[in-house]
């Protein structure tokens, strides 16, 4: 059981907000360290590992200048222009439409974003402006908690919705722990159970992000000087 002390560093290094590459490296040493592991081959297990996995890191480490040029040239606030001339749009209506939409993609195993290219780019400035645009100028402390939804949103569409289909890495995976455990587990099975997951993520996604519009205008009515309408 030693051998899982990683854990245990990955959930206190995240519960003490360290930087993740660096509670990523303490948690590898640590279960290297109990599996009597040197730092030599511990160097040389991540660099396969992460030559192995080079498919899943490059697209973003390719999309960053790309993202930065769009930037350079006005995307986030074309995207916040847009967003403001919707009449009924709310920052957390925006994230909502595509927690479902990325939900949706996930379920057909098609990748239609990432926090490099759709969060930061997109989705973050749409929901800001539509947040401004209802409730005025936004404090510093609104903008990190729309941010932090966006990048959930992300997460949320991602994760709890790609089991769902059998033809793609996470349920073949989970299909081999099985087997390799003795626990006779269909393959079709894990993908109908992910339905209900999916949709328990996109009702909680709903829940946070209805609970953030009322923050928004909870403080909005709060900051109005009295008397104004």
Same mark, same amino acid.
């Given at each position: 059981?030693?051998?899982?002390?990683?854990?245990?560093?990955?959930?206190?290094?995240?519960?003490?907000?360290?930087?993740?590459?660096?509670?990523?490296?303490?948690?590898?040493?640590?279960?290297?360290?109990?599996?009597?592991?040197?730092?030599?081959?511990?160097?040389?297990? *991540?660099?396969? &590992?992460?030559?192995?996995? #080079?498919?899943? +890191? %490059?697209?973003?480490? /390719?999309?960053?200048?790309? $993202? !930065?040029? *769009?930037?350079? &040239?006005?995307?986030?606030? #074309?995207?916040? +222009? %847009?967003?403001?001339? /919707?009449?009924?749009?709310? $920052? !957390?209506?925006?994230?909502?439409?595509?927690?479902?939409? #990325?939900?949706?993609?996930?379920?057909?195993?098609?990748?239609?974003?990432?926090?490099?290219?759709?969060?930061?780019?997109?989705?973050?400035?749409?929901?800001?402006?539509?947040?401004?645009?209802?409730?005025?100028?936004?404090?510093?402390?609104?903008?990190?908690?729309?941010?932090?939804?966006?990048?959930?949103?992300?997460?949320?569409?991602?994760?709890?919705?790609?089991?769902?289909?059998?033809?793609?890495?996470?349920?073949?995976?989970?299909?081999?722990?099985?087997?390799?455990?003795?626990?006779?587990?269909?393959?079709?099975?894990?993908?109908?159970?992910?339905?209900?997951?999916?949709?328990?993520?996109?009702?909680?996604?709903?829940?946070?992000?209805?609970?953030?519009?009322?923050?928004?205008?909870?403080?909005?009515?709060?900051?109005?000087?009295?008397?104004?309408?």
């Amino acid at each position: 059981m030693i051998k899982l002390i990683g854990i245990g560093v990955v959930a206190l290094g995240f519960a003490l907000r360290l930087n993740p590459l660096l509670v990523v490296l303490l948690a590898a040493s640590a279960t290297a360290w109990a599996a009597d592991i040197g730092p030599v081959e511990l160097l040389q297990l *991540l660099g396969q &590992y992460f030559i192995d996995n #080079r498919f899943m +890191t %490059l697209p973003v480490v /390719l999309l960053i200048p790309v $993202a !930065g040029v *769009l930037e350079r &040239y006005g995307l986030q606030e #074309r995207a916040a +222009t %847009l967003i403001c001339r /919707l009449r009924n749009a709310t $920052a !957390g209506r925006v994230m909502l439409l595509y927690q479902f939409l #990325r939900e949706l993609a996930s379920t057909v195993g098609i990748k239609i974003g990432d926090h490099a290219s759709m969060i930061r780019p997109l989705i973050v400035p749409m929901a800001e402006g539509a947040a401004t645009a209802r409730c005025g100028e936004l404090s510093a402390e609104l903008r990190t908690r729309i941010r932090a939804h966006a990048a959930a949103s992300e997460n949320w569409g991602n994760f709890f919705a790609d089991d769902i289909i059998v033809a793609i890495g996470p349920v073949l995976l989970m299909k081999g722990v099985f087997d390799a455990a003795g626990v006779p587990v269909s393959i079709w099975a894990l993908g109908l159970w992910g339905i209900p997951t999916a949709l328990a993520a996109l009702g909680l996604g709903w829940w946070r992000f209805h609970r953030l519009d009322k923050l928004i205008e909870a403080q909005h009515l709060a900051a109005k000087p009295e008397g104004k309408p």
